[in-house]
């Protein structure tokens, strides 16, 4: 079984520019997670869908930050514009369903703003 | 708002020693609990997912317990080994299913 795939695993940007990551979950997974890891802490929720729908974006920098997924399969999620403190592992993650299920996570994009 | 705390930061343990990570979380109302390990510049693993129902799990070497009352829960490793040597990370699911990551025990067994 493939596992959750991310595109791509490193970039470095100046601030104020901005930058795209892609995530697809595995195949069959209705829930779909992004989470911000800042280097020596543990991973921090951004967004959450079930399928094509938000279920929790209460952490997402919206002001910044935007997040989608079109046909409920694949992800993207945007920074606009980058700020130093955006420096970090940018984690998708994805379960059967809600709850009680395992979420299995991809290898991260790291990214630094520089 | 759930918290959860990981004790210690770090560890560094003899090959072949057993050992315990530890893990405290604020709201006992959790709906699952979920040790992970993290290897440098990857991704997390699943190791052991913990129903709120359950006390413990366990996998070849690896044994994770719950106490929900006390807010506590323990990931024992038996015999570690150098491979074991990572970053594990708890977390906790609360009612509203997202996971609380605490910070993480950095784990180095030593040939």
Known sequence: EAGVAQSPRYKIIEKRQSVAFWC??????????????????GPKLLIQFQN??????????????????L?????????????????????CASSFLLGAYEQYFGPGTRLTVT | KQ???????????????NLVLNCSFTDS??????????????????????????????SGRLNASLDKSSGRSTLYIAASQPG????????????????????????????
């Open chain 2, 84 to 111: 074991d040597s990572a970053t594990y990370l708890c977390a906790a699911s609360g009612s509203a299913r997202q996971l609380t990551f605490g910070s993480g025990t950095q784990l180095t067994v030593l040939p």
């Open chain 1, 52 to 69: 094509n729908g938000v279920v929790d974006d209460s952490q997402l920098p919206k002001d910044r930050f935007s997040a989608e997924r």
């Open chain 2, 3 to 17: 918290e959860v705390t990981q004790i210690p930061a770090a560890l560094s343990v003899p090959e072949g020693e």
């Open chain 1, 24 to 41: 697809n979950p595995i195949s069959g997974h209705a829930t779909l997670y992004w989470y911000q890891q800042i280097l020596g802490q």
């Open chain 1, 71 to 91: 046909k409920g399969v694949d992800s993207t999620l945007k920074i606009q514009p980058a700020k130093l403190e955006d420096s970090a592992v940018y984690l």
């Open chain 2, 29 to 58: 109302a959790i709906y699952n609990l979920q040790w992970f390990r993290q290897d440098p510049g990857k991704g997390l693993t699943s190791l052991l997912l913990i129903q709120s129902s359950q006390r413990e799990q366990t």
